[in-house]
């Protein structure tokens, strides 16, 4: 089965940290990109922070300076440090894999099931 399993989401006070991780089922062998998206209410979903197999990173305007991206290939997971948080950062935050090669092919993208966080006093 080819999945992405997130975890770490939660409730925080406005100005704290989170850490997400991601981790691959071990059908997938790599993957070329890994990044993170989030969807708040009512609101489509946005790109938060990718991150090639080589390390090369891309952020959204509104997390630069706060969120770092950073994965380990030999485990195909990825992972996001979220810091000074704010309310403007709840949501649902997904990973996902772009360019995912498992034993029966390639998959163009796979997305996880997704993790809640709350930024809320």
């Known amino acids: 089965q080819v999945q992405l399993v997130e975890s770490g989401g939660g409730l925080v006070q406005p100005g704290g940290s989170l850490r997400l991780s991601c981790t691959a089922s071990?059908?997938?062998?790599?993957?070329?990109?890994m990044g993170w998206f989030r969807q708040a209410p009512g609101k489509e979903r946005e790109l938060v922070a990718a991150?090639?197999?080589?390390?090369?990173?891309n952020y959204a305007d509104s997390v630069k300076g706060r969120f770092t991206a950073s994965r380990d290939n030999a485990k195909n997971a990825v992972y996001l440090q979220m810091n000074s948080l704010t309310p403007e950062d709840t949501a649902v935050y997904y990973c996902?894999?772009?360019?995912?090669?498992?034993?029966?092919?390639?998959?163009?993208?796979?997305w996880g099931q997704g993790t809640l966080v709350t930024v809320s006093s």
């Open positions: 996902n894999g772009h360019g995912v090669v498992t034993a029966v092919g390639t998959y163009l993208e796979v």
């Open positions: 071990r059908s997938i062998f790599g993957i070329n990109t």
């Open positions: 991150i090639t197999s080589r390390g090369t990173t």
